[in-house]
């Protein structure tokens, strides 16, 4: 059997109420009790006349089941006149979609009103939320017109004043590699602005699956998965059809392990040993202890919390880089309520506003350089997160930057048939999983690169896949994945399909089962204990045996199947650099001041990223460029 990395988390209780506005704070608490679903009239805990004058609502309590990120259970108190209290029970993940169901029931409780901002980068969540509460006052009575009376209602914003602020360093972009630069550069001894347009840190690196490639040089995990810096360097480099620069791939390779130490100095946990993430062709992926990429930003955070010197201006869009007598030094940008705020630097500036997946005009342009996927307009959706625009790409652009290889965009065959997120993806590693098309047959090396195994997944009928798995990764039946989704509240929402034998699972599935078994025999002859371990199957597949060496194949119920389609993922392309993090014009001269770090940047990767190897580009460039933007003097 497998063991079982992961934790087991429970679902959150937020609370808020007028006293708990009062006191200004909100109540958590945690609880395992599932939600309760009664969206019906009969939600009235207690009611008192509807008659009385001036009366809006029927008092009581009500509740409804709603879908953000994940199913969340919104209870409303009213009296009368007033909404009290709002209690949503959910298992939004913290940092994503949590400060939404933070921030939202108190607007409503302050303004008595549903004309609430979405939070910036959680959108599915805030909508939820909001649909939540409008269904409970249906409930209690309140009309349609009055419903659209409560939208109407929204927070005065009073217009702020045109700002200019200073700091030694400014960073733009509070994602991975932005939040990497931030803490080194304050690790320098210097104070530091960081710009972000949304209104929390994490960009697509919260989002992601948490993996990081490093290989710590002779240890005991890379001499037992013979690994080494020099083949993750052939890994990343062949892997990209040698199209990154050589000297930004060393850098790469030779800087991950000391990130990874990095942060752990800074209190980052991490489980022992590596594992295989899709498309990372070996096992040197370190897993966080915390879901998704969540560990970064608590580890960023704490570190603000407990040092002085980082300001955080979120709500805050950089939109032109201000270059003075040749030399970058500062930014303009929009704020919340469309003030200018500029933003001076001391030193050096950060560009870490990550890449284009959400742009749709964008992917679809530079698309056209390598012609390589059949589509990338709306219909194809995408991992990433809605302020993924390519801003800095044309800021940078727009003061003479050159950009790289932009017609490299990443698609993976792993995203939610609805939403296009990771959300839902059952895998934990390359090992224990194949994909099946929907006649139930394998059609592609599973443990390969990504573009190959997405181009693969587009030839297929309706353009769809299941990932299908053994209890060997789900033992309990309720761990997480690696987006901290429990199996079982995956399965009950009917995001992942669960049956004792495979025949079952096929019938869920709607595929022949004869076409899954048959598969799945030969899959598991590769397997410990096959008659063909040790060989590669004829989808050219070699990654069968697990770091621990005891997948045995697929072979054991429970199984576990989910729906899954291509879905734009990370785009290679971007503002050239060198191993220095500084920005290259078009003439192949650095321009004086501005550095830049992660997916905003391109020429590392190739044609295809390593799966893995985006974190480590945010931790290993994000230092660099913190390092040297905060050395830099004009
Ligand atoms: P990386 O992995 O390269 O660090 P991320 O996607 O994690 O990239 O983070 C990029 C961050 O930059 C996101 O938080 C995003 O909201 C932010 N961002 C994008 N465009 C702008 C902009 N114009 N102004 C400020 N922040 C931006």
Redesign the pocket.
Known sequence: MKKNLFRNTGKRIITFGLAAMLAASALTGCSKSSSVSNPAPSGVLTQSASSNEGAVYTAGTYSATVTGMHEMTVNVTVSETEILDIQIDHQETSGVGEPAVESIPAEILEIQGLGVDVVS?ATLTSNAVIEGVKECLKQAGLSEEGINKLLSIKKDEEKIEDQELTADVVV????????AAAVTANQAGKEVIV????GK??????LSGGALNAVEEGSETAVANNDSVEKHYNQTFDGGDQEGDPVLVHTLVNNAWSGVEWLKSLGMEFYDGVFTVTGGMWPRAHKPVEPEGTGFFKTYQNYIDTHTGITMAYN????EIIVEDGVVTGVI?TGKTGNTVTVKAVNGVVL????FGRNVEMRMKYNEITKKWPALDESIPST??S???G??II?AEAIGANLVQMGNIQLLPLGDPETGSLSGNIEHAVESRIFVNLEGNRFVNEGGRRDEMTLALFEQPETKMYIVMDSDTYPQGNELNNFGESIADLVAAGRALKADTLEELAELMNVPAKNLTAGVENYNRYCKGGDLKGKTDEFGRTLFTDTDGINDGINKGPFYAALRVPTVHHTMGGVQINEQAQVMDTNGNVISGLYA????TGGIHGSNRLGGN?LT??VVF?RIAGTNAADFVK
């Open positions: 980068g733009i972009g509070a994602g991975g590699a932005g939040m710009i972000e347009k949304t840190m994490g960009g697509n690196t919260i805050t869009t950089a939109e940008c870490a506003t990550g890449g990433n997160t302020g993924i625009t801003d800095g800021m770090a992660g997916e905003v985006a580009d945010t994000g």
